[in-house]
């Protein structure tokens, strides 16, 4: 059986749309948004006509029928925490997603609404896989010294999990049989362990957790940040910091990895240090990812747009790969995971979940 598959994958001023059968990618698109037309909207929900005529007119230029589709399938922002898989696209999707019922405004909840709305025209069935706020987990890695406190998660579950998947397949092996510490190293980074098919320990992207990045100050001790703020700097500068305006932004003027490795090779101490700092910390979070795996990891796997530059790759070879192999995996898998997730729930493979909208963890019993 032939299953054909509609991805969309909203983003800040674009939204990006796949159109697959089976594993073959038939069409690919990036449709712009330019800033001046969203600016119109106050709202996510408000520009949901607009990007739908958007997806429709790119469609139409490329001469790309739908009809026969048999998932459509959104990126699922919004959500409250789940464990990872393919979900159906219910009104409490459509409902949590359009509204950011996690905190997290970002284009990614227009997601599932944009997939129900193709599905509902053209037939076939709406999914979310793998959402952003997938978490799954172990009770330790939650844990932290403040009692009510607990550690979190926000990562690129999407393609984390399917560079695992992936590579698994590629050994001869299922994700669930196998361990990996598995990394995304874009504008934001991920390090990730996982064990037998769950996603149990990672870095919380969003609240400045784990190695700095492009756009991100990355863990930080708390008293620093303390002296950051007594020194006359804003709660709100802050939490940008965490997402927006830390790491090279603020250390060099710039988010652009490429014109700080140029940087740095043309002798710019301070490029250098950030440079060599951000892939110091990365090796070090996938240590103890792989001490969170009792050293039992079978591969080490790198995804996301900086492991093209293989300076990188290199280093982190030199400094990780005495714990397992390292694979590299550049760029992403994003629209391949979201259509490949829905073949498997259509094909019998993989089970579909259905979102409660209840948290998966609401904190221990504590005396």
Same mark, same amino acid.
């Given at each position: ?25 038939? *069409? ?17 929900? !408000? ?13 139409? !230029? #490329? ?8 998932? *459509? ?49 053209? #037939? #076939? ?29 926000? =990562?690129?579950? =999407? ?66 940040? =303390? ?14 910091? %965490?997402?927006?305006?830390?790491? *090279? ?15 740095? #090779? ?6 250098? =240090? ?45 400094? %990780? ?19 490949a997730g829905a073949i498997r729930v259509l094909t019998g493979e993989e089970a579909l979940k259905t979102y409660t ?7 221990? %019993? !504590?005396?």
């Open positions: 059986m032939v299953v054909k598959v509609f991805a969309i994958n909203p983003g800040s001023t674009s939204t990006k749309i796949a159109l697959f059968e089976d594993e073959e990618c038939l *069409f690919k698109s990036t449709v712009r948004h330019p800033s001046e037309e969203l600016a119109q909207y106050g709202s996510l929900s !408000e520009q949901m006509g607009y990007r739908v005529a958007s997806i429709t007119t790119a469609l139409e !230029e #490329g001469k790309i029928d739908l009809s026969g589709c048999a998932a *459509f399938v959104g990126r699922g922002g919004g959500l409250l925490p789940l464990e990872g898989g393919v979900y159906e696209v219910t009104d409490l999707v459509a409902e949590h997603s359009i509204t950011c019922a996690n905190g997290v405004i970002h284009p990614a909840g227009l997601g599932p609404t944009l997939a129900r709305s193709f599905a509902a025209r053209l #037939g #076939g069935r709406a999914f979310v896989v793998n959402p952003p706020d997938t978490d799954e987990l172990c009770d330790l890695a939650r844990m932290t010294g403040i009692k009510g406190v607990y550690r979190n998660v926000h =990562l690129h579950a =999407l393609n984390l999990k399917e560079t695992a998947i992936r590579h698994a397949h590629g050994m001869g092996r299922r994700y669930d049989e196998c361990n990996f510490v598995v990394c995304h190293l874009g504008g934001g980074l991920s390090v990730s362990a996982h064990r037998h098919g769950r996603m149990i320990d990672g870095n919380d992207i969003v609240g400045g957790d784990g190695p700095m990045a492009p756009t991100r100050c990355g863990a930080v001790p708390v008293a620093e940040v =303390l002296n950051y703020l007594e020194a006359g700097h804003s709660i709100a500068e802050v939490r940008k910091m %965490c997402m927006k305006t830390g790491g *090279f932004e603020d250390l060099l003027g710039t988010s652009d990895a490429i014109e700080v490795v140029r940087r740095a #090779g043309e002798g710019d101490t301070m490029a250098a =240090l950030a440079w060599h700092g951000m892939i110091y910390q990365v090796c070090k979070e996938i240590g103890s990812m792989a001490a969170a795996l009792g050293g039992r990891v079978d591969g080490i796997l790198l995804g996301g747009g900086m492991v093209y530059e293989q300076s990188l790759v290199k280093a982190i070879e030199d400094n %990780c790969g005495w714990i397992a192999p390292v694979s590299a995996y550049p760029g992403e898998f994003e629209m391949e995971a979201m259509a909208g209840i948290p998966v963890f609401q904190g221990f %019993c !504590e005396q």
